[in-house]
């Protein structure tokens, strides 16, 4: 049994791992200022961006969700690894050999579950991709060719094939150590009466990996006649694949998605590879399911929509009634983006592999630019199943295509399709048309419910966090000063938290210019989850200035919540005063009433000093 991975040895993983980097290979980050980036949270949905990460600390946090933490608390949170295999991963990623403090370097077998079953899909992956060269293969070597693919082709995409026999993979599998359970598990086996049995016969295979690259599951195309099963088949549901998350080709297009902001929805894995050689490198498809929620989800993280209309995706249909079907579905969706959507649809019918095998790579590149805006695609489609040419087939059509016109968010661009859909029915009377969609379309709509107004900030608990993160990130600036405040000038329970934090690491005096080593110290005064992510939050969000006049808003927040500090000693003399009699307690009445003079001159001081930032 491995014992305890080396803390020099997890220092150095941290140290060779960039968080920017590791997080882009799931999530577009762009910069967002001050230093740093920001982007879409994987960890739950949202509109727009509130992730942020910090790389000169090494730190993120979403401000949408609280999660938070370094590099090796993301990769354990994203890929659902326990800290020792997010460490392994990262050491691989970077090229570190692990030591551990008890047996040496770890053996392979004592890796997670989760690691051992993406090797054993790249072992799989391997052992196909060499089976396409095998005489055995001709026929899907003939099927590749047949639709303009070349031998490089296939090795780009790492296409292979599986034999057809019974235990061709398991047996190769279990040769190299991975176990019947476990390649069961990963879907690359079905259990037989004499052990594992091969998922995939006969078939021409493509892997289907993840956003950072790594083979998770297979898709398989039939080409023996003997063959009685379905046309495509794929791999199940497992702790790696889940059909639903999953988009064939977004390893390769994902950074051409983010510099483009552009995604190009196909059908099939011949159409991601013919788009991606024909010039069309941002497409990517479902593998065995329909398009849905879930890969809107990982889609948006790469192209960052955000309240403007940047950015486009645009989905590949047939023209024929099932793929205008699709297209609609796909509009069932389209809120769900904020981006702007299309549709590209070729009439005759052909998908993009076979367009480019009949008239070339320019062909593929052409029907994409000729995208025609899905909620265009979506009226014309709905009122092209009526006849237009009596009134009732007129008023049928727009009673139909009412609620899609209706649920336009954009004010201005659902104003702009009521008028097309007068024209396109030939009514030639906007107002009557826009009446119409306000009725049958506010019917089934509903009426929007107002969002709850947000509860105000105290102006005070602001000033305590701005110092708060100053102290975490600017440590230098404010100093001993900071330490001799009195703890009580922190109201809010949190930022008691923190100051305590702050407090027990040495106080601000002995954290130097601060960076990482001083998170990490602060993380380590941290007992439990919540304290942690705190900390981890005002070492991530933004100081409410430029770096150029970071020192002078330091010394104001220092003297605004001095300042608090004063008026809370001024209220209570006041109270003291009140409660004596002037004549009788003379002596006591002036001695408070010098204390309240001195008070309030010393709140003026500090409030021009706070005025100063």
């Not at 060719?145 to 190769?172: Q, T």
């Not at 900030?457 to 009195?486: C, H, S, W, Y």
């Not at 993380?523 to 304290?531: N, R, S």
């Amino acid at each position: 049994m491995a014992g305890r991975i080396r803390d020099v040895d997890i220092a150095l993983v941290r140290e060779r791992s960039p968080i920017a980097d590791v997080i882009g290979e799931h999530i577009q980050l762009r910069n967002a200022g001050g230093g740093n980036l920001k982007g879409l949270c994987p960890f739950h949905d949202e509109k727009s961006p509130s992730f942020n990460v910090t790389p000169e600390r090494g730190m993120y946090f979403c401000f949408g969700c609280s999660e938070g933490g370094d590099v090796i608390t993301f990769v354990e949170k994203i890929e659902h690894l326990t800290f020792g295999e997010a460490v392994e991963r990262l050491a691989q990623r970077a090229g570190i050999q692990l030591q551990y403090e008890q047996g040496g370097y770890m053996p392979r077998r004592d890796h997670g579950e989760r690691a051992r079953l993406i090797e054993a899909h790249k072992a799989a992956a391997e052992f196909y991709a060499d089976k396409l060269l095998g005489p055995d293969a001709a026929p899907g070597r003939r099927f590749l060719s047949e639709r303009g693919f070349e031998r490089a082709d296939a090795e780009l995409f790492g296409v292979g094939y599986a034999p057809n026999e019974w235990e061709a993979l398991a047996r190769h599998l279990m040769g190299r150590g991975f176990t019947a359970e476990e390649i069961v598990k990963g879907g690359l086996a079905k259990e037989g009466r004499r052990g594992p049995m091969d998922r995939f016969r006969g078939r021409l295979i493509w892997p289907i990996r993840d956003a950072t690259g790594d083979v998770i599951g297979f898709g398989a195309r039939k080409l023996l006649d003997s063959d009685d099963g379905p046309k495509y088949l794929n791999t199940p549901d497992s702790p790696l694949y889940k059909k639903s998350q999953v988009l064939y080709g977004i390893d390769l297009a994902k950074r051409e998605i983010s510099k483009r902001s552009q995604a190009v929805i196909v059908e099939g894995y011949t159409d991601v590879m013919a788009c991606h050689l024909a010039g069309v490198p941002t497409a990517v498809a479902t593998c065995g399911t329909s398009f849905g929620e879930e890969h809107i989800k990982i889609l948006r993280r790469f192209l960052l929509d955000q309240a403007e209309f940047r950015g486009e995706v645009i989905f590949t249909f047939d023209g024929d009634a099932a793929g205008q079907k699709a297209a609609l579905r796909a509009f069932a969706d389209e809120q769900k983006f904020v981006t702007q959507t299309y549709v590209a649809v070729q009439p005759d019918g052909l998908d993009p592999c076979d367009l480019r095998v009949k008239q070339g790579d320019a062909a593929v590149r052409d029907l994409i630019a000729s995208r025609e805006p899905l909620f265009q695609f979506a009226i014309r489609s709905t009122i092209s199943r009526y006849d237009l040419r009596s009134n009732e087939g007129k008023i049928a059509a727009l009673d139909a295509a009412a609620p899609i016109v209706a649920g336009i968010k954009d004010v201005g661009l659902r104003k702009r399709y009521a008028i097309d859909l007068d024209r396109w029915l030939g009514f030639m009377d906007e107002r009557f048309v826009m009446q119409r969609i306000a009725e049958v379309g506010g019917a089934q709509q509903g009426r929007p419910q107002r969002a709850p107004k947000a509860a105000p900030v105290d102006p005070n608990v602001r000033v305590e966090g701005e110092l708060l993160k100053l102290a975490i990130q600017r440590p230098a600036l404010l100093g001993p000063r900071f330490d001799a405040l009195d703890p009580r000038a922190f109201t809010a329970p949190d930022h008691v938290l923190v100051h305590q934090v702050i407090t027990a690491a040495g106080g601000a005096a002995s954290a130097g210019h601060g960076g990482r080593e001083w998170v990490d110290r602060l993380l380590e005064q941290c007992h439990d989850e919540v304290t942690r992510a705190l900390v981890t939050r005002f070492a991530v969000e933004a100081i409410r200035a430029d770096s150029h006049t970071e020192e002078r808003y330091g010394a104001a927040m220092l003297a605004a919540i001095e300042a608090i500090a004063v008026d809370r000693a001024i209220a209570q003399v006041k109270s003291r005063i009140q409660r004596l009699n002037p004549v009788d307690e003379q002596q006591d009445y002036n001695r408070l009433f010098g204390e309240l003079v001195a008070l309030e001159q010393q709140r003026r001081v500090l409030r021009d000093r706070a005025a100063g930032s």
